[in-house]
């Protein structure tokens, strides 16, 4: 090739190359409107606006994430399209096509128009608020709130509503609107007019005092009923103001509130907490099984845009409710309602669990506190059993080789290296069978017997009767608690329920109070009921409160609830016999007589005395468990001292009622 070619070649070239960059910033380079309009489109529909169509992308990437922040993760932008580019007097904008989804995909689809400039050679994008949406107006915002359906109700046997909406009336007063007397007068028909209701009258004169003029200040929250019932003395009291509203309630004022729960509106901190999954406005399971199965019963939940600027709020999107899952559980009404009264009985904190042994369904479980709102001690305390426990200590040495007539010693105090134990007043039986001594709860003969068995032999009866079985049986302690704070096994219950802890220690001293339920034994009432209907079938059963498979707890741990059979080896024939024998003896004659004639089929019971604390003498807990039939039960009366005493009155009136 000549030179001269060669030269006109490199020409040619120079020249494709500067007409190809110049088509390609024609086209790619926002030297044309549709060519700015759908990169901005694109910039929007991915959230980053990074390209050059934007006359400043910081303080355009900066309105976006104000103006959209409160839609988070639950609604999520599918598209922006550029349906088409319009002159509108003198203006030139492109019209947007949005696109967004809720999380069931549910589109919410509108246009908006984004205006575009032209500067010299290059076209530009002005990201307004508008521009964003139609109805929002400069400053203005996406808001989201819940648009829930209807809470999933918590059901038991038979299919019974345990817990549904219902109507409920907050009551508050106005400050600058009271008059004298009005508050005593309130607080005093309230407390007379509503069993159980406690408000202190100088406590809220307090909380007025202490409120701005104008601030409404709560008082309470009745049942429609409740409030019907006191309407007519505190209605018409200046500066008193009535709410109505619905929440979630419990089929009747207390039933199983503590283990079923509580719901309602979520807080800021929950809504913080939650990354995004939970928004305002929508109900929250607080405590109980209403926390744990919080997901599945409230649903996959639903929203509604807003747009929110200077003035109210404007309704953008309503999507569609979607109303969450009832769960169902082995809850009984009838065994409830008589636990719930038997326990409102106690003079002190008192717990009811009662399970059935053929299938291991927990029929009720109550809570009752006189001084305050009560937790679910019955499921998730943890305290000495004390002499409950010797129907597992009593399995261990039935293992071992003794049988309901061996003859056992019981003098008034025995020593083990220097530690001195005693019965119960004192108590005095001499040389009397097996039988009898457990009858009558003889604390010297079992603290004797411990040589014939090992601290290992004593936790594995335990095992066998299901209050450690399968659970791990943590060390536990024993510091004088009243139950809260202690470490004990927990059990798939889907509520965080504990069992027992049963530890092995040979320490000499340690193993003797392990025989009477002292020392490093910690167990709550559903492990003791858990014990005592595992007696009556002869092998540990595995207690139940949620029936559906699929319901998954919220919280790491608690599992699904399902009842999975981990029996331990089944009693032998033999010893199961004996130990129905000495609980249908110390119903008959011994410390546990106290339901000796409750209507029915017969009970086998024992009682319970556990000493807690440092002080001399030392405080104790009052205990019963029995069964009669299939239904098997333990009840527990915090610092009610001996069983006989405060937990076996408690027992006879639950077994009395369900009969």
Not at 146 to 174: C, Q, Y
Not at 199 to 211: G, S
Not at 488 to 501: F, P, V, Y
Not at 519 to 525: L, R
Request: negative net charge; hydrophobic residues 40%.
């Amino acid at each position: 090739m000549s030179k001269r070619s060669r030269v006109w070649l490199a020409i040619v070239l120079v020249l494709i190359l500067i007409i190809g960059a110049g088509a390609f910033a024609f086209l790619r380079l926002p030297m044309q409107k549709s060519v700015a309009a759908e990169a901005a489109a694109a910039d929007l529909a991915d959230g980053s606006l990074s390209s050059e169509t934007w006359h400043n992308e910081d303080l355009a990437q900066s309105l976006f994430d104000r103006v959209t922040k409160a839609l988070g993760t639950r609604i999520a932008l599918r598209s922006v399209a550029v349906d088409e580019i319009r002159e509108r007097e003198g203006d030139t904008v492109a019209e947007l096509r949005w696109t967004w989804a809720n999380h069931d995909d549910e589109a919410w689809t509108y246009t908006s128009e984004l205006p575009l400039q032209k500067n010299g050679l290059f076209w530009w994008a002005d990201l307004t608020e508008r521009a964003i949406h139609p109805e929002l107006g400069k400053g203005g915002r996406f808001e989201l709130r819940a648009n829930p359906g209807e809470r999933g109700k918590i059901l038991g046997t038979d299919g019974k509503t345990l817990t549904e909406e219902g109507e409920v009336i907050s009551i508050g007063v106005h400050p600058a609107r009271l008059e004298p007397d009005t508050l005593s007068t309130l607080v005093d028909a309230l407390n007379e007019g509503i069993d159980s209701l406690d408000l202190d009258a100088d406590a809220l004169e307090k909380k007025v005092d202490a409120a701005d003029a104008d601030q409404q200040v709560p008082v309470v929250t009745l049942r429609k009923d409740d409030y019907t019932a006191v309407k007519k003395q505190i209605h018409d009291l200046p500066g008193v103001l009535f709410t109505e509203a619905s929440q979630t309630l419990t089929r009747s004022k207390g039933f199983a509130q503590a283990t079923l729960g509580s719901a309602g509106p979520a807080s800021a901190e929950d809504i913080e907490n939650s990354g995004g999954e939970i928004i305002s406005g929508e109900i929250v399971g607080r405590s109980g099984l209403q926390k744990t199965f919080d997901e599945a019963l409230r649903g996959p939940g639903s929203e509604e845009v807003f747009a929110a600027g200077e003035a109210k709020l404007s309704s953008l999107r309503a999507f569609e409710k979607k109303d969450g899952e009832d769960l169902e559980t082995t809850l009984d009404v009838r065994i409830q309602d008589a636990a719930d009264a038997a326990a409102a009985t106690g003079k002190k904190p008192t717990a009811i669990v009662a399970i059935r042994p053929s299938d291991g369904h927990i029929l009720a479980v109550a809570n009752h506190d006189p001084e305050g709102s009560p937790w679910d001690r019955a499921l998730t305390g943890q305290y000495s059993p004390g002499s409950v426990f010797k129907v597992a200590s009593s399995l261990a040495l039935l293992e071992s080789g003794l049988n309901v007539g061996t003859k056992l010693d019981c003098p008034k105090t025995t020593t083990v290296d220097g530690k001195e134990f005693k019965n119960a007043e004192d108590h005095v039986l001499g040389e009397v069978s097996f039988e009898e001594n457990f009858a009558e709860s003889c604390n010297t003969a079992f603290v004797n017997a411990a040589e014939t068995v090992s601290s290992a032999d004593v936790a594995r009866a335990a095992a066998q009767l299901g209050m450690t079985a399968g659970t791990g049986g943590g060390s536990g302690s024993n510091d004088g608690s009243n139950g809260s704070g202690q470490d004990g096994a927990t059990t798939d219950l889907g509520i965080g329920a504990k069992m027992a802890s049963v530890p092995v220690d040979d320490d000499p001293v340690t193993h003797a109070a392990q025989m009477i339920g002292q020392g490093k034994v910690q167990a709550s009432p559903l492990a003791v009921a858990t014990m005592i209907a595992s007696a009556d079938m002869g092998a540990a059963v595995t207690p139940r409160l949620v029936l559906e498979d699929e319901a998954t707890a919220d919280d790491d741990g608690s599992g699904t609830g399902s009842g999975a059979d981990a029996r331990a080896e089944e009693l032998a024939d033999a010893d199961a016999q004996a130990l129905a024998t000495m609980m249908r003896e110390a119903v008959r004659h011994g410390t546990a007589s106290g339901v000796r004639n409750v209507p029915g089929a017969p009970v086998h019971g024992k009682t319970g005395t556990a000493e807690y604390g440092d002080e001399t003498p030392p405080r104790t807990h009052s205990w019963f468990a029995g069964y009669q039939e299939d239904v098997a039960v333990a009840v527990l009366v915090e610092d009610g001292g001996f069983g006989a005493e405060a937990a076996v009155p408690v027992a006879e009136e639950f077994f009395s009622a369900i009969n």
